[in-house]
C-alpha cells in the first residue's frame, strides 16, 4: 500500500477534526474518514454510556486504528432496507452479496396467495442476513426459509437478528415463524436427511460458503478480514473425511452441488471470489453427471451488480472450451446461477 | 398651492420635467387591481359552469363532477361576491343623482366603503383565478447550500439551516434531515456554535410546504463580524437556499406518479449513470468496505447528484433519486416558466425570482432583516434567527409579493393571449 503523505493528516486534522487522522491510514482517504468518523459520533450519541461522549469516540477511532471493522465497533451493519447485528466471530454481511440477492428476488416470479409458500435453503448463513433479506423481498407469507450454519456463535446471532429485525418494524412478525435457523455442519453425512426435504421440493438454494483459498488469505484480504473476522468463514477447511477431487478453495461448491443432486432445487444461487473461481464452479456444473445434467444448459455467471446490464452487449465466457456461458453485469465475477427446466 | 411662498420659475419647470407624478404616485400593485374584461369574461363562464355542476350535483352525485365543482367553487364565489359589490355601486351612484339631499350625503358616506369592498372583491377574485403552483400541493426539501468564499459563509449556512429547523419545529411541521454535511475544523469555531457547513438538505415531510417555502428560494445575504475577525471589520458573504418539491413518504399513485413520462418528476432510468464507491482489490468475503456513497448523473442534463450520509446504500440511492427527481422537475418547471415569460410582455421582467437573485439580508449590526422583494424590514434578528413570529412575518409577506406577481403574470398572459388574437396575422409572422 502507497504510503500516505503527511500532507493529508494535516488537512484531516485541519478540515475534518482531531479525530481524523486517526482514521486516515485505515480509510485511506479524508471523505471515507469523514464518513467513518460521523457514523462514530452518530453512535456514540445515539446510545447512552457512563464513560464521557469524547473518550468514547477516542476509543472506538484507536479501535479503528488497528484494524477493527467498523461494523464490529458500530454492532450493525445495514443490509438492503434491513439493519443487521454483528458480532467478532461472524462474517459481516457484504454489499456484493446484497446486490446479487437483490438480483434474485427481482428474477422469481411474485407467488400467488394461494400457493404453497416457497421453500428457500441458505446454507453458511452466518449472521442471517440472506434469509432476512430474501423474507423481506419476497414476503415473509410466501416463504419458507431455513438458514444451516456450522458455528454456534452465528446461529445465535442470525436468531437475534430475526428479533431484532422484527422489533424495528423491518420485517412483519409473521417471519418469525416463517424462517428457522439450524445449526449443523453440512458435511455431516447425517445432515441432509435431517432437513426433511422430499426431492426437487425445493425452490431456491442459496449459499455464500467459504471461499477464499489460503495463499488468497495471506496475500489478498484486507488487514481487517485478517485480523478480525473469523477464518472459518473465509478460508473452507478441508475436511476429514472429503473426496473431492478440486482445489482446497471449491470444496464447499463440489459439496454443495452433491447436496444439489440430492434435493433438485428449481434455482440454486452461490457467492464466489472471482471470474476464475466462477468459470471452475460452471464447469463442475455442466460436467455433472446425474441430475445436474438438467441445469447444464441453463448456467449465468453473475458480477458484482447483475442488475445493471451493458445494453445490447451480451458478455459470453467459455468454459471447458466447449461451452458458453452468459456473464450478466458489472465488477468482478460473484456469483453462479442455474435453474433446472 | 405650493408649500413655498415663492419658487423660482426655473426651478418649478425643472419639476415637470423629471415627472413628479410618476414618483410619488402610488403603484397600481398596491391599489384595486384593474381586471380585464377577458378575465371577467372567464370568471362568469366559470361561474355558469359552477351553477349548472351543483345543478347536476343536486340531482345525483358523481365524484367527477364533484371535484370539478370544487375546483370551480372558489372563483365562482369570488365572482359572486365582486357582482354583489359592483351591483351595490351602481344603486350608489344611481343614489347620488338623486334629487334628495339627505339621500345624496347617506350615499357619499356610504361610497368609500363600496369601493374599499369592490377592490377587495375584485382582488378576491382575481387571487381565485391565478393558477394554482402545481407543486404547491408537495412537500419540500429545503436545500442549504453556502456561497463562495471563505468559512464565514458556511458558518452563516449552518444557521440558516437552524433557522428553517427551529421555524418548522414551531409550527409543528414535521422535519427530517436528509443530509447534513459539516466539516468541524478544529480551529475555527463561528459564533453561537456554528459549525462549518458544506451541504444540507432538510425535508418538509407536510403537504403543501412547498407553496409556504418556495419564496425563500435565493441566495440569503448576510453582513455581520465573524467570530474569527480580530480587527473587527463586517463581512458580507451568501448562502443559498433551493426549495424543490418532493413526494410524500406514503405518496399514493395520483399524486406521486413519477412513472408516468407525462409527469415533471419523471426520469428514464436509462438516462441516469449511477455510480458507487468501489474498494481496490478482490472484493466480496476479501474486502469489508464500508464506503455507501451513491452518485447519479442525469446524462442529458448534467446534474449530479451523490448522497453518502447513510451507512445503508440502499437508504442513500433512494435519497439520491428523490433528490434527483425533485431538482429535475424544479429545473423543467422553471425552464416552462422561463418560457411562459418570454412570451409575456416584458413587464414582468424584472419580477423574474431565479437562483441567482439576493433576495434577504441578515444584518447583525442593525438587528435587521430586509426581504428585497416584499420590501420588509422587520428587527429582533435573534427572533428570525430562531425561527420565531418575526421570520413567520417576513414569510407571510413574501407569500403577499408572490401572489401579487402570480396576478400580474395572468393579467399579463390574458392580455397577450387578448392581442394575438387580434392580430392574428401579425403572430404569424412573428414566427
Known amino acids: 500500500m502507497p504510503r500516505l503523505p503527511p500532507s493529508l493528516f494535516w488537512k484531516a486534522r485541519q478540515q475534518i477534526s482531531p479525530f481524523a487522522p486517526i482514521l486516515l491510514p485505515v480509510c485511506r482517504t479524508l471523505d471515507s474518514a469523514a464518513n467513518e468518523l460521523r457514523w462514530i459520533k452518530q453512535h456514540v450519541n445515539s446510545t447512552s454510556s457512563l464513560v464521557p461522549r469524547k473518550l468514547r469516540i477516542w476509543q472506538a477511532c484507536l479501535k479503528r486504528e488497528r484494524g477493527m471493522p467498523l461494523q464490529y465497533i458500530l454492532g450493525t451493519q445495514p443490509f438492503g432496507p434491513l439493519e443487521i447485528l454483528c458480532r467478532p466471530g461472524v462474517l459481516i454481511p457484504r454489499l456484493e452479496t446484497e446486490s446479487i440477492i437483490y438480483h434474485l428476488s427481482s428474477l422469481i416470479p411474485r407467488p400467488s396467495p394461494q400457493a404453497p409458500p416457497l421453500k428457500i435453503l441458505d446454507l453458511c448463513t452466518g449472521t442471517g442476513c440472506i434469509p432476512l433479506l430474501l423474507s423481506s423481498l419476497l414476503f415473509p407469507a410466501r416463504t419458507q426459509i431455513t438458514g444451516v450454519d456450522i458455528s454456534p456463535s452465528a446461529i445465535s446471532l442470525s436468531r437475534q437478528n430475526l428479533t431484532h429485525t422484527i422489533s424495528l418494524r423491518h420485517l412483519s412478525p409473521s417471519a418469525s415463524k416463517s424462517i428457522n435457523f439450524t445449526q449443523a455442519d453440512i458435511f455431516d453425512l447425517k445432515f441432509l436427511p435431517s432437513l426433511g426435504y422430499k426431492p426437487s421440493e425445493l425452490d431456491i438454494l442459496v449459499s455464500n460458503p467459504p471461499y477464499i483459498s489460503h495463499h488468497g488469505f495471506n496475500t489478498t484480504t484486507e488487514r481487517s478480514v485478517r485480523l478480525y473476522e473469523p477464518r472459518l468463514a473465509l478460508v473452507p477447511q478441508i475436511h476429514p473425511t472429503s473426496h473431492y477431487n478440486c482445489e482446497p478453495e471449491d470444496i464447499f461448491y463440489a459439496h454443495l452441488l452433491e447436496i444439489v443432486r440430492t434435493l433438485q432445487p428449481k434455482r440454486v444461487l452461490f457467492e464466489v471470489g472471482d471470474l476464475d473461481q466462477a468459470a471452475r464452479v460452471v464447469a463442475m456444473v455442466v ?43 458489472q465488477g468482478r465475477g460473484r456469483g453462479v446461477y442455474f435453474w433446472r427446466e | 398651492m405650493l408649500a413655498a411662498p415663492w419658487v423660482c420659475r426655473s426651478c418649478v419647470r425643472s419639476l415637470g420635467r423629471i415627472g413628479f407624478s410618476q414618483q410619488f404616485l402610488r403603484r397600481a400593485s398596491t391599489d384595486s387591481v384593474k381586471l380585464p374584461p377577458a378575465l371577467l ?22 365524484e367527477k363532477i364533484a371535484k370539478r365543482a ?17 351591483a351595490s355601486l351602481q344603486e350608489l351612484e344611481g343614489l347620488l343623482k338623486s334629487d334628495d339631499a339627505e339621500m345624496r350625503e347617506l350615499a357619499q358616506e356610504d361610497l368609500a366603503a363600496t369601493n374599499e369592498q369592490l377592490a377587495e372583491s375584485s382582488r ?31 458558518f452563516f449556512a449552518d444557521s440558516v439551516f437552524k433557522m428553517y429547523q427551529a421555524y418548522c419545529a414551531n409550527k409543528g411541521f414535521r422535519t427530517k434531515v436528509v443530509q447534513y454535511l459539516a466539516a468541524d475544523s478544529t480551529g475555527e469555531k463561528g459564533g453561537d456554535g456554528e459549525t462549518a457547513l458544506q451541504e444540507a438538505v432538510l425535508e418538509v415531510m407536510e403537504e403543501g410546504a412547498y407553496a409556504h417555502f418556495r419564496g425563500e428560494a435565493g441566495m440569503h445575504r448576510v453582513q455581520r463580524v465573524p467570530a474569527t475577525e480580530k480587527s473587527g471589520r463586517t463581512h458580507t458573504s451568501a448562502v443559498a437556499v433551493w426549495v424543490l418539491p418532493s413526494f410524500a413518504e406514503n405518496a399514493t399513485a395520483s399524486d406521486g406518479d413519477w412513472d408516468n413520462p407525462e409527469s415533471d418528476f419523471y426520469i428514464d432510468p436509462a438516462e441516469v449513470k449511477s455510480e458507487k464507491m468501489r474498494a481496490s482489490g478482490a472484493g466480496g468475503q476479501h474486502v469489508n468496505k464500508t464506503e455507501s456513497a451513491i452518485r447519479l448523473t442525469h446524462i442529458p442534463t448534467g446534474i449530479t447528484v451523490s448522497m453518502q ?61 430586509t426581504d428585497h422583494r416584499a420590501g420588509l424590514d422587520v428587527h429582533n434578528l435573534p427572533d428570525v434567527l430562531r425561527g420565531g413570529d418575526t421570520l413567520g412575518k417576513v414569510i407571510d409577506a413574501v407569500h403577499g409579493w408572490l401572489t401579487e406577481k402570480d396576478i400580474q403574470a395572468l393579467l399579463a398572459d390574458e392580455e397577450a393571449a387578448a392581442a394575438a388574437a387580434n392580430a392574428p396575422a401579425k403572430g404569424k409572422k412573428g414566427k
Request: hydrophobic share 35%; with cysteine.
Open chain 1, 287 to 329: 460436467r455433472g453427471k446425474g441430475f445436474l445434467e438438467r441445469y447444464a444448459r441453463n448456467v449465468e455467471v453473475w458480477r458484482d451488480e447483475p442488475g445493471v446490464g451493458l445494453e445490447g452487449k451480451a458478455e459470453k465466457m467459455w468454459v471447458g472450451g466447449n461451452v458458453e456461458v452468459e456473464v450478466k453485469g
Open chain 2, 41 to 62: 369574461e372567464r370568471a362568469r363562464f366559470l361561474t355558469a359552469e359552477h351553477d349548472q355542476l351543483t345543478a347536476q350535483l343536486a340531482s345525483n352525485f358523481d
Open chain 2, 70 to 86: 370544487g375546483e370551480v367553487h372558489r372563483i365562482a364565489n369570488a365572482f359572486k361576491k365582486f357582482e354583489h359589490a359592483k
Open chain 2, 124 to 154: 378576491n377574485l382575481s387571487v381565485a383565478l391565478t393558477p394554482k403552483h402545481p407543486f404547491a400541493d408537495m412537500p419540500c426539501l429545503i436545500e442549504v447550500v453556502p456561497g463562495p468564499g471563505g468559512t464565514e459563509g458556511r
Open chain 2, 309 to 369: 450520509d447513510s451507512r445503508s446504500q440502499h437508504t442513500n440511492r433512494a435519497d439520491a433519486w428523490r433528490l434527483l427527481r425533485s431538482r429535475i422537475a424544479q429545473k423543467r418547471r422553471e425552464a416552462r416558466e422561463e418560457a411562459a415569460r418570454a412570451l409575456r410582455s416584458s413587464v414582468l421582467s424584472s419580477a423574474q425570482l431565479t437562483r441567482g437573485d439576493k433576495i434577504r439580508t441578515y444584518n447583525y449590526g442593525q438587528d435587521r432583516c
